[in-house]
């Protein structure tokens, strides 16, 4: 999302962006399989009442701040989700660069969002069939740019031009929706309004696609009914519709608590990813502001969701990264496969200087640690804490240059493992001494305390700390 709020794409934030399979494109976002508005996030279907919180939990939920953000810190797939769902029990409202349904919370997809509207709407119609009413609960910013099927189909015919080197997106035509609205020409919910020019916007987009393309399909009757099929979109989106930076800022004046989910991660920024083989917005905090059109004094509380290891899914550089059985062990005992592809990911250990990048631009005010239970069983544990060159220099900080990147070495630290199933452990003087350890040394080697601590995939294997 620039937190590319309500982007409904993989890439940006999810404070009311979209999603990135589904409906929205770029932005924070927020559970995978849905994903109508990718930057931004509306907020995922209430998971069942969970049992009434520890003591240790209310009060650390009740000490965060008006407008609180959850972001990932890695390259995406930290499982920002469940902490989200968990907090936005004790918000009013919850904005995101993706998707994001709480049955409980006024949810917002913001203009840094894309949004795919027949995703969105699929959306809709899984939970209202589930006797889960939208009506009233989901406001689409009128500034959120409309992701069409076409920039699907130029998201895949990009990728095989590149052939051997392609970016690995997920070809949910993020990019080229971006694209389009850096170039001025995209189209915005609020052109659904005005049908009467909708088509000649529409027209110049599949007329530049054909022209940049040559297997792209375009006539008068593609056209037609592309026109068609948007117009019945458009009186059906129409009740979802809103001026979401005035509904944000009120929001805030009136005291209610908001939480903002981006989408993606900060390591696949537009700007400080490991570009090319990023996003195509701002998943870090300043997409926040500009993905929902708030100050960014109203911010408070940012929590960096963070693995115990590491992961990325496509090209790109990955220093930490482990090949052959080591990754494999990992893969399968975290079950890395894409939410929306299937890719398997590629998994490595904990890369400290990264995570260090990364919070030094988001500024977090703590840390959930996801996933910890996946090393349980290994003898030993490591962490990446420092780079250097070949000639033995070290590099201070997460370099832009990737030959760099490619060619550079980690130095490790190696810390000794744990044996004991922790899937149970609700207490965090309970996980075993050596757990603790490697959360110990996290903490020391980036400055800021680990305040949730994953366990296990249930909503309730949380330690609060």
């Not at 929706?177 to 170039?183: F, L």
């Not at 993606?264 to 997409?287: E, H, N, R, W």
Request: proline residues 6%; glycine residues 10%; aromatic residues 8%.
């Amino acid at each position: 999302m620039p937190l590319t709020m309500l982007s409904l794409d993989p890439a940006p934030f999810p404070l009311l962006p979209a999603i990135a399979g589904g409906g929205c494109v770029p932005g924070p976002r927020l559970h995978a399989p849905r994903r109508f508005c990718w930057p931004l996030r509306a907020a995922s279907v209430a998971p069942p009442a969970a049992e009434e919180p520890s003591a240790a939990a209310r009060e650390r939920l009740e000490s965060l701040s008006q407008v609180a953000g959850v972001l990932g810190t890695q390259w995406g797939d930290e499982g920002k989700g469940k902490l989200v769902d968990i907090l936005a029990q004790r918000f009013d409202v919850v904005a995101r660069c993706q998707e994001f349904f709480n049955e409980n919370t006024q949810c917002v997809i913001g203009n840094g969002a894309v949004i795919h509207l027949p995703g969105f709407f699929k959306e809709i119609d899984g939970l209202e069939s589930n006797g889960i009413s939208c009506e009233g609960r989901i406001l689409v910013s009128d500034r959120a740019h409309l992701l069409f099927d076409l920039h699907q189909i130029v998201d895949g015919l990009r990728e095989a031009e590149l052939g051997n080197s392609l970016i690995g997106t997920t070809k949910r035509g993020i990019g080229p929706c971006y694209s389009n609205k850096v170039i001025r020409n995209g189209l915005r919910v609020s052109d659904l309004r005005h049908m009467s020019t909708f088509t000649a916007k529409l027209n110049t987009l599949l007329r530049d696609a054909a022209m940049r393309f040559k297997d792209f399909e375009y006539d008068n009757k593609i056209l037609k009914e592309e026109v068609e099929k948007y117009e019945r979109f458009a009186e059906r989106l129409e009740p979802f519709i809103a001026d979401t930076v005035h509904f944000m800022n009120e929001s805030i004046l009136q005291k209610k608590k908001i939480l903002v989910e981006g989408g993606q991660a900060t390591m696949l920024d537009i700007d400080f990813g490991t570009y090319p083989f990023v996003t195509s917005s701002s998943p870090s905090a300043g997409g926040i502001c500009t993905g929902l059109g708030i100050a960014p004094r109203s911010l408070g509380d940012l929590i960096g969701v963070v693995k115990a290891y590491t992961t990325r899914v496509g090209s790109g550089p990955f220093p930490t990264e482990l090949l052959g059985k080591a990754g494999d062990l990992l893969r399968a005992s975290g079950m890395e496969f894409g939410t929306t592809t299937g890719r398997p990911r590629r998994c490595g250990w904990l890369d400290i200087v990264a995570l260090k990048y990364s919070c030094q631009i988001n500024g977090f005010s703590s840390l959930n640690l996801t996933k910890l239970d996946v090393l349980t069983g290994l003898k030993e544990v490591k962490l990446g804490i420092s780079y250097c060159t070949d000639d033995g220099n070290t590099v201070e900080s997460f370099p832009a240059d990737l030959d760099l990147l490619e060619q550079i070495k980690v130095k490790y630290e190696v810390l000794p493992g744990w044996e004991n199933d922790i899937s149970s452990v609700r207490d965090y003087n309970d996980l075993p001494e050596t757990a603790r350890l490697y959360i110990q040394r996290i903490e020391e080697l980036v400055g800021i305390p680990v305040h949730y601590i994953g366990v296990g995939p249930g909503r309730d294997a949380l330690i609060y700390k």
